[in-house]
């Protein structure tokens, strides 16, 4: 099976798997008229929407390139985490309008070890699913899967504060603490939301490879260029699941094109090996044009 096909195939599980906990959550709810399980259960309807919404954004993602996006669709990831990110904010805003309703009318559990058992299960499952998640989404450099996995992430949180909650509730009688473990769990939420929000816009914004990946690719560089003079200009961003580099490498005037271009080929096999589904692009320039910061390639 290839990786596209299996990230596709995951993100349209995120959907099932999202809507068999939205059903657990609201029952609990139901069954208890606890306003911690009913902001939980809040919470999980975001998460059949954002599933939805990445399932949507890698399969965009993933179309080849054609005459109106020759350089591929891999941004649509960042559109959709980016929105995952903003409905992780609603679902933080919604947990504290009912939360403070509650605090101020306070009301009696109703069966509440019936529901908190049932909403014990949808944590249990959430967070098997956030963790094959969240793991492929790094594995596959998937944006959309790992915004999918950090919001399911931080519904097993919300699902923990609200569990621990309605134990302090049970323990104590005081029915306040329903609402005020909520709001704790809100504030989590919201931080989560941010976090998300930010680091899609960095993708969209064409944010460079992290500092170990630019040292395997300047490595693989290096140390397979020989015949060249220099490189210089190394540039690296993420669309996607998709990492480009570009960057200009300096030979001698005189080289003919066919030995330039087998250096190239020879450096392009070997940063494939050190950044797997690499877009590559060099530019060769004569040695009139090497630069005083160029990279010298030993000979």
Not at 197 to 204: D, E, P, Q
Not at 283 to 293: N, Q, Y
Request: net charge negative.
């Amino acid at each position: 099976m290839s990786a596209n096909h299996r990230i596709a195939r995951l993100a349209g599980w995120s959907i099932v798997i999202a809507g068999l906990v939205l059903v657990l959550k609201a029952a609990a709810w139901w069954i208890t008229g606890s306003v911690a399980l009913y902001s939980d259960a809040l919470e999980s309807v975001i998460n059949v929407v954002t599933a939805s919404l990445a399932w949507i954004a890698i399969r965009i993602s993933h179309r080849p390139a054609d005459k109106g996006h020759p350089f591929g669709h891999y941004k649509a990831e960042y559109f959709s985490a980016v929105v995952a990110g903003v409905l992780i904010v609603i679902a933080a805003m919604l947990i504290f309008t009912e939360a403070a309703s509650a605090l101020i009318t306070p009301h009696t559990l109703h069966t509440p070890l019936a529901g908190m058992a049932i909403n014990a299960v949808a944590a249990v499952i959430n967070g098997l699913w956030a963790w094959r998640l969240i793991s492929e989404g790094r594995r596959e450099r998937s944006p959309a899967l790992s915004a999918d996995g950090r919001h399911v992430l931080v519904d097993v949180v919300t699902s923990g504060g609200v569990l621990i909650g309605l134990v302090l509730v049970l323990a104590t009688g005081w029915l306040f603490l329903d609402s005020l473990i909520a709001i704790a769990v809100g504030i989590n939420v919201l931080i989560e939301g941010w976090k998300v929000i930010m680091s899609s816009v960095n993708g969209l914004m064409d944010s460079a490879l992290d500092d170990a990946e630019t040292e395997r690719i300047r490595h693989a560089i290096l140390e397979n260029a020989s015949g060249a003079i220099e490189v210089h200009d190394i540039k690296t961003r993420m669309a996607g699941h998709v990492s480009f580099i570009e960057f200009h490498m300096v030979v001698d005037g005189t080289m003919s094109v066919a030995t330039s271009h087998a250096i190239c080929n020879r450096v392009e096999d070997a940063l494939g090996q050190a950044i797997p589904g690499a877009s590559i692009t060099i530019h060769v320039e004569p040695d009139e044009e090497s630069k005083r910061d160029g990279l010298p390639i030993g000979k």
